[in-house]
Protein backbone atom coordinates (compact mmCIF):
# COMPACT_ATOMS: atom_id res chain seq x y z
CA UNK A 1 0.00 0.00 0.00
CA UNK A 2 2.59 2.18 0.97
CA UNK A 3 4.96 1.59 -2.19
CA UNK A 4 1.01 2.16 -4.54
CA UNK A 5 0.92 5.81 -2.37
CA UNK A 6 4.91 6.42 -2.84
CA UNK A 7 4.65 5.33 -6.86
CA UNK A 8 1.30 7.53 -6.94
CA UNK A 9 2.94 10.61 -5.68
CA UNK A 10 5.50 10.44 -7.89
CA UNK A 11 3.48 10.47 -10.81
CA UNK A 12 1.45 13.09 -10.01
CA UNK A 13 3.45 15.25 -7.80
CA UNK A 14 0.89 16.11 -5.40
CA UNK A 15 2.75 14.35 -2.17
CA UNK A 16 5.31 15.74 -0.62
CA UNK A 17 7.65 12.96 1.25
CA UNK A 18 9.93 13.94 3.85
CA UNK A 19 12.54 12.29 5.75
CA UNK A 20 15.01 12.66 8.46
CA UNK A 21 17.67 10.77 6.32
CA UNK A 22 20.09 13.05 4.00
CA UNK A 23 21.85 11.65 0.67
CA UNK A 24 25.35 11.19 2.72
CA UNK A 25 23.51 8.91 5.64
CA UNK A 26 21.24 7.55 2.63
CA UNK A 27 24.90 6.56 0.64
CA UNK A 28 26.75 5.60 3.44
CA UNK A 29 24.14 2.49 4.48
CA UNK A 30 23.73 1.20 0.94
CA UNK A 31 27.74 1.02 0.95
CA UNK A 32 27.71 3.89 -2.20
CA UNK A 33 30.87 5.96 -2.11
CA UNK A 34 29.84 9.88 -1.02
CA UNK A 35 30.78 11.74 -4.47
CA UNK A 36 29.09 9.30 -7.13
CA UNK A 37 26.15 10.04 -9.39
CA UNK A 38 24.14 6.69 -9.85
CA UNK A 39 21.39 5.93 -11.99
CA UNK A 40 18.22 4.25 -10.86
CA UNK A 41 19.51 0.66 -12.06
CA UNK A 42 22.81 1.09 -10.32
CA UNK A 43 21.07 2.16 -7.05
CA UNK A 44 18.95 -0.61 -7.55
CA UNK A 45 22.18 -3.23 -7.88
CA UNK A 46 23.96 -1.85 -4.87
CA UNK A 47 20.53 -1.93 -3.12
CA UNK A 48 20.12 -6.25 -3.63
CA UNK A 49 23.81 -6.74 -2.70
CA UNK A 50 23.02 -5.07 0.92
CA UNK A 51 19.58 -6.79 1.18
CA UNK A 52 21.41 -10.23 0.56
CA UNK A 53 23.20 -9.12 3.79
CA UNK A 54 20.36 -7.21 5.84
CA UNK A 55 17.29 -9.15 5.33
CA UNK A 56 15.62 -10.41 8.15
CA UNK A 57 15.23 -13.81 6.16
CA UNK A 58 18.44 -14.58 5.78
CA UNK A 59 19.32 -13.95 9.14
CA UNK A 60 19.70 -10.07 9.06
CA UNK A 61 18.38 -7.45 11.13
CA UNK A 62 14.61 -6.05 10.47
CA UNK A 63 15.67 -2.26 11.95
CA UNK A 64 18.82 -2.49 9.36
CA UNK A 65 16.14 -3.68 6.48
CA UNK A 66 14.02 -0.67 7.42
CA UNK A 67 16.54 1.67 6.98
CA UNK A 68 17.98 -0.01 3.84
CA UNK A 69 14.69 0.60 2.29
CA UNK A 70 14.10 4.36 3.30
CA UNK A 71 18.10 5.24 1.86
CA UNK A 72 16.76 3.55 -1.53
CA UNK A 73 13.96 5.86 -1.46
CA UNK A 74 15.98 9.22 -0.47
CA UNK A 75 18.31 8.44 -3.15
CA UNK A 76 15.53 7.20 -5.93
CA UNK A 77 13.82 10.67 -5.16
CA UNK A 78 17.75 12.69 -5.77
CA UNK A 79 16.48 15.09 -8.34
CA UNK A 80 19.94 15.10 -9.75
CA UNK A 81 18.50 11.40 -10.51
CA UNK A 82 15.32 12.80 -12.08
CA UNK A 83 16.60 15.65 -14.19
CA UNK A 84 19.20 13.10 -16.01
CA UNK A 85 16.52 11.98 -18.67
CA UNK A 86 15.98 15.75 -18.86
CA UNK A 87 19.37 16.24 -20.09
CA UNK A 88 19.50 13.38 -22.13
CA UNK A 89 16.44 15.46 -24.51
CA UNK A 90 18.33 18.35 -23.97
CA UNK A 91 22.12 17.59 -24.77
CA UNK A 92 20.96 18.44 -28.85
CA UNK A 93 21.18 22.16 -28.04
CA UNK A 94 24.37 21.69 -25.84
CA UNK A 95 27.88 22.42 -27.51
CA UNK A 96 29.10 18.74 -28.23
CA UNK A 97 32.75 18.62 -26.85
CA UNK A 98 34.85 16.89 -29.99
CA UNK A 99 37.62 14.80 -29.22
CA UNK A 100 39.18 14.28 -32.65
CA UNK A 101 43.02 13.34 -33.21
CA UNK A 102 43.73 12.76 -36.90
CA UNK A 103 45.65 9.75 -38.01
CA UNK A 104 48.37 11.73 -39.39
CA UNK A 105 48.44 13.44 -35.83
CA UNK A 106 48.39 10.13 -33.89
CA UNK A 107 51.56 8.82 -36.59
CA UNK A 108 53.68 12.52 -35.45
CA UNK A 109 52.82 12.26 -32.15
CA UNK A 110 54.26 8.78 -31.62
CA UNK A 111 57.06 9.63 -33.07
CA UNK A 112 57.05 7.66 -36.34
CA UNK A 113 60.18 7.68 -38.32
CA UNK A 114 59.85 8.47 -41.76
CA UNK A 115 61.25 6.39 -45.02
CA UNK A 116 59.43 3.19 -44.03
CA UNK A 117 59.16 0.28 -46.68
CA UNK A 118 55.19 -1.00 -45.17
CA UNK A 119 55.14 -4.50 -46.10
CA UNK A 120 52.02 -5.78 -44.43
CA UNK A 121 49.47 -5.03 -41.99
CA UNK A 122 46.97 -7.82 -39.84
CA UNK A 123 43.20 -7.11 -40.02
CA UNK A 124 40.70 -5.23 -38.16
CA UNK A 125 39.84 -5.94 -34.58
CA UNK A 126 36.77 -4.34 -33.37
CA UNK A 127 36.22 -3.77 -29.54
CA UNK A 128 33.45 -2.26 -28.04
CA UNK A 129 34.46 0.84 -25.00
CA UNK A 130 31.49 1.55 -24.20
CA UNK A 131 27.80 1.27 -25.65
CA UNK A 132 28.06 4.09 -27.94
CA UNK A 133 31.70 4.00 -28.57
CA UNK A 134 33.78 1.48 -30.63
CA UNK A 135 37.05 0.68 -31.43
CA UNK A 136 39.17 -1.26 -34.50
CA UNK A 137 42.49 -2.14 -33.91
CA UNK A 138 45.40 -3.28 -36.51
CA UNK A 139 48.97 -3.74 -36.71
CA UNK A 140 51.92 -2.35 -39.46
CA UNK A 141 55.22 -3.68 -40.48
CA UNK A 142 57.46 -1.95 -42.15
CA UNK A 143 61.15 -1.19 -42.82
CA UNK A 144 63.41 1.09 -42.14
CA UNK A 145 67.77 0.51 -42.84
CA UNK A 146 67.65 0.41 -39.17
CA UNK A 147 65.27 -0.64 -37.54
CA UNK A 148 62.21 -3.18 -38.31
CA UNK A 149 58.68 -1.32 -37.17
CA UNK A 150 55.59 -2.21 -35.65
CA UNK A 151 53.03 0.57 -35.66
CA UNK A 152 49.50 -0.50 -33.96
CA UNK A 153 46.58 2.04 -34.68
CA UNK A 154 43.25 2.37 -32.53
CA UNK A 155 40.63 4.43 -34.46
CA UNK A 156 37.98 4.94 -31.57
CA UNK A 157 34.90 6.41 -33.01
CA UNK A 158 31.44 7.00 -31.75
CA UNK A 159 28.88 9.14 -29.76
CA UNK A 160 27.85 9.64 -26.42
CA UNK A 161 24.60 11.23 -26.11
CA UNK A 162 24.43 11.39 -22.55
CA UNK A 163 28.15 13.39 -21.66
CA UNK A 164 27.69 15.09 -25.51
CA UNK A 165 30.87 13.52 -26.49
CA UNK A 166 31.87 12.42 -29.98
CA UNK A 167 34.35 10.80 -30.48
CA UNK A 168 36.51 10.45 -33.94
CA UNK A 169 40.17 9.59 -33.08
CA UNK A 170 43.06 7.76 -33.70
CA UNK A 171 46.04 6.69 -31.24
CA UNK A 172 48.83 4.96 -32.20
CA UNK A 173 51.27 2.60 -30.69
CA UNK A 174 55.24 2.41 -31.57
CA UNK A 175 57.60 -0.48 -31.22
CA UNK A 176 61.25 -0.86 -32.76
CA UNK A 177 63.43 -3.42 -32.81
CA UNK A 178 66.73 -3.21 -34.54
CA UNK A 179 67.39 -4.82 -38.04
CA UNK A 180 70.05 -7.10 -37.21
CA UNK A 181 66.81 -9.04 -35.45
CA UNK A 182 65.59 -11.63 -37.42
CA UNK A 183 61.80 -10.81 -38.37
CA UNK A 184 60.48 -14.59 -37.88
CA UNK A 185 61.86 -14.47 -34.56
CA UNK A 186 60.44 -11.53 -33.20
CA UNK A 187 56.74 -10.92 -35.35
CA UNK A 188 54.25 -12.67 -33.52
CA UNK A 189 55.73 -11.41 -30.02
CA UNK A 190 56.04 -7.47 -31.04
CA UNK A 191 52.59 -8.02 -32.70
CA UNK A 192 51.03 -9.56 -29.52
CA UNK A 193 52.28 -6.84 -27.32
CA UNK A 194 50.65 -4.13 -29.80
CA UNK A 195 47.35 -6.24 -29.03
CA UNK A 196 47.63 -6.12 -25.50
CA UNK A 197 48.47 -2.46 -25.50
CA UNK A 198 45.11 -1.66 -27.04
CA UNK A 199 43.58 -4.65 -24.51
CA UNK A 200 42.74 -6.61 -27.05
CA UNK A 201 42.36 -9.77 -25.84
CA UNK A 202 42.72 -11.89 -29.15
CA UNK A 203 44.41 -15.07 -29.47
CA UNK A 204 47.39 -14.15 -32.35
CA UNK A 205 48.88 -17.05 -33.91
CA UNK A 206 50.54 -17.54 -37.17
CA UNK A 207 47.34 -18.52 -38.82
CA UNK A 208 45.92 -14.98 -38.28
CA UNK A 209 44.68 -13.33 -41.63
CA UNK A 210 46.83 -10.51 -43.19
CA UNK A 211 47.09 -8.18 -46.15
CA UNK A 212 50.93 -7.70 -47.81
CA UNK A 213 50.89 -4.21 -48.69
CA UNK A 214 51.46 -2.93 -52.82
CA UNK A 215 55.11 -1.45 -52.74
CA UNK A 216 55.86 2.12 -52.36
CA UNK A 217 52.28 1.87 -50.10
CA UNK A 218 51.70 4.75 -47.81
CA UNK A 219 49.87 4.65 -44.80
CA UNK A 220 47.29 7.67 -44.28
CA UNK A 221 43.75 7.89 -43.91
CA UNK A 222 42.87 7.11 -47.63
CA UNK A 223 44.65 4.19 -47.57
CA UNK A 224 44.50 2.80 -43.88
CA UNK A 225 41.10 0.75 -44.64
CA UNK A 226 41.77 0.09 -48.25
CA UNK A 227 45.19 -0.84 -48.11
CA UNK A 228 44.82 -2.99 -51.37
CA UNK A 229 47.05 -6.23 -51.07
CA UNK A 230 46.98 -9.85 -51.24
CA UNK A 231 45.47 -11.49 -48.12
CA UNK A 232 47.60 -14.62 -46.42
CA UNK A 233 48.29 -15.99 -43.35
CA UNK A 234 50.77 -13.88 -41.35
CA UNK A 235 53.07 -16.95 -41.46
CA UNK A 236 53.17 -16.52 -45.24
CA UNK A 237 53.34 -12.22 -44.73
CA UNK A 238 56.40 -12.81 -42.83
CA UNK A 239 57.95 -15.08 -45.15
CA UNK A 240 57.24 -12.70 -47.74
CA UNK A 241 58.98 -9.73 -46.13
CA UNK A 242 62.17 -11.70 -45.00
CA UNK A 243 62.65 -11.99 -48.89
CA UNK A 244 62.14 -9.18 -49.66
CA UNK A 245 64.37 -7.80 -46.87
CA UNK A 246 66.83 -10.24 -48.08
CA UNK A 247 66.13 -10.17 -51.93
CA UNK A 248 64.93 -12.90 -52.61
CA UNK A 249 62.64 -13.99 -55.43
CA UNK A 250 59.48 -15.99 -54.44
CA UNK A 251 58.01 -17.94 -57.39
CA UNK A 252 54.68 -19.04 -57.47
CA UNK A 253 52.60 -20.95 -59.86
CA UNK A 254 48.63 -20.30 -60.35
CA UNK A 255 46.55 -22.56 -62.13
CA UNK A 256 43.46 -21.19 -63.94
CA UNK A 257 40.52 -22.83 -65.69
CA UNK A 258 37.83 -20.12 -66.43
CA UNK A 259 37.65 -18.94 -68.96
CA UNK A 260 40.03 -21.48 -70.92
CA UNK A 261 43.09 -22.96 -69.14
CA UNK A 262 46.04 -20.59 -68.60
CA UNK A 263 49.42 -20.87 -66.53
CA UNK A 264 50.88 -18.10 -64.47
CA UNK A 265 53.77 -17.92 -62.75
CA UNK A 266 53.88 -15.01 -59.85
CA UNK A 267 57.91 -13.78 -59.00
CA UNK A 268 57.09 -11.16 -56.55
CA UNK A 269 54.39 -9.94 -58.05
CA UNK A 270 55.67 -9.92 -61.05
CA UNK A 271 53.02 -12.01 -63.07
CA UNK A 272 53.59 -13.96 -66.13
CA UNK A 273 51.00 -15.42 -68.34
CA UNK A 274 52.47 -18.42 -69.90
CA UNK A 275 51.49 -18.82 -73.97
CA UNK A 276 49.58 -21.58 -75.41
CA UNK A 277 52.50 -23.66 -76.38
CA UNK A 278 53.83 -23.91 -72.73
CA UNK A 279 50.35 -24.14 -71.25
CA UNK A 280 49.61 -27.24 -73.00
CA UNK A 281 53.16 -28.41 -72.46
CA UNK A 282 53.00 -28.37 -68.88
CA UNK A 283 49.45 -29.72 -68.20
CA UNK A 284 50.05 -32.60 -70.39
CA UNK A 285 49.84 -36.05 -68.29
CA UNK A 286 53.15 -36.54 -69.45
CA UNK A 287 54.26 -33.90 -67.76
CA UNK A 288 55.28 -33.89 -64.16
CA UNK A 289 56.28 -30.38 -63.27
CA UNK A 290 52.95 -29.13 -62.35
CA UNK A 291 51.78 -32.50 -60.46
CA UNK A 292 55.31 -32.71 -58.21
CA UNK A 293 54.08 -29.25 -57.22
CA UNK A 294 50.46 -29.62 -56.81
CA UNK A 295 48.43 -32.81 -55.48
CA UNK A 296 46.96 -34.03 -59.02
CA UNK A 297 43.76 -34.68 -57.39
CA UNK A 298 43.86 -30.84 -55.70
CA UNK A 299 44.65 -29.16 -59.16
CA UNK A 300 41.23 -26.99 -59.62
CA UNK A 301 40.38 -23.23 -60.34
CA UNK A 302 42.59 -20.98 -58.63
CA UNK A 303 45.46 -23.37 -57.30
CA UNK A 304 48.59 -21.85 -56.05
CA UNK A 305 51.40 -23.06 -55.10
CA UNK A 306 54.97 -21.87 -54.00
CA UNK A 307 57.78 -22.93 -55.79
CA UNK A 308 60.29 -21.65 -53.75
CA UNK A 309 59.00 -23.62 -50.43
CA UNK A 310 58.85 -26.81 -52.22
CA UNK A 311 61.09 -29.59 -51.61
CA UNK A 312 62.24 -29.64 -55.16
CA UNK A 313 61.43 -26.36 -55.87
CA UNK A 314 65.58 -25.49 -57.11
CA UNK A 315 65.09 -28.42 -59.59
CA UNK A 316 61.46 -27.37 -60.70
CA UNK A 317 62.81 -23.42 -61.40
CA UNK A 318 65.60 -24.70 -63.78
CA UNK A 319 63.23 -27.26 -65.70
CA UNK A 320 60.79 -23.97 -66.08
CA UNK A 321 63.57 -22.07 -67.40
CA UNK A 322 65.20 -24.91 -70.19
CA UNK A 323 61.61 -25.97 -71.41
CA UNK A 324 59.62 -22.83 -71.73
CA UNK A 325 59.56 -21.69 -75.10
CA UNK A 326 58.82 -18.01 -76.29
CA UNK A 327 58.42 -16.67 -73.28
CA UNK A 328 60.25 -13.31 -72.21
CA UNK A 329 63.94 -13.39 -71.24
CA UNK A 330 62.82 -11.66 -68.09
CA UNK A 331 60.88 -14.49 -66.78
CA UNK A 332 63.86 -16.74 -67.96
CA UNK A 333 66.28 -14.57 -65.62
CA UNK A 334 64.32 -14.60 -62.98
CA UNK A 335 63.67 -18.18 -63.00
CA UNK A 336 66.97 -18.64 -62.90
CA UNK A 337 68.22 -16.17 -60.13
CA UNK A 338 65.16 -17.63 -57.66
CA UNK A 339 66.85 -21.28 -58.42
CA UNK A 340 70.18 -20.47 -58.03
CA UNK A 341 68.63 -18.72 -54.42
CA UNK A 342 67.86 -21.96 -52.97
CA UNK A 343 70.89 -23.73 -51.60
CA UNK A 344 69.34 -26.75 -50.89
CA UNK A 345 69.25 -29.07 -54.27
CA UNK A 346 68.12 -32.77 -54.69
CA UNK A 347 69.76 -35.13 -56.91
CA UNK A 348 66.41 -36.10 -58.61
CA UNK A 349 65.70 -34.81 -62.04
CA UNK A 350 62.15 -33.46 -62.98
Known sequence: MYRNILKLASRYQFLAIT???NQS????????????HLLPNEINKYYREMAKKLHPDIGGNHSDMVALNEAKEVLMRDENIHQKPKIYWEQREVPKQEINYTLDEAIKNSNVPGNIEWMFVTNLKSKPISVDISSSVQVWYGRTKNEHIFLGTEHIYGENYYQSISQNTWVCHLQTVPAS????DIALSEIKNIFNKFRCTYKVSNSEKTKI?????????????????KGTTLKDAIYNATNKIENKLTASIIYITVPTTRIIIDINGRKFVLNKTNTKMMTSNHNEILHSIMNKRNIHHGSETNITKSNNGKIILIALA????????????????????LNKVRQNNV
Request: charged residues 25%; aromatic residues 4%; hydrophobic residues 35%.
Open 181 to 184: ENLS
Open 322 to 341: RDLVDEPEELIELLNKAANQ
Open 19 to 21: TSM
Open 25 to 36: EAKNIMGIPANS
Open 213 to 229: LPSGFELNINTVYDCGG
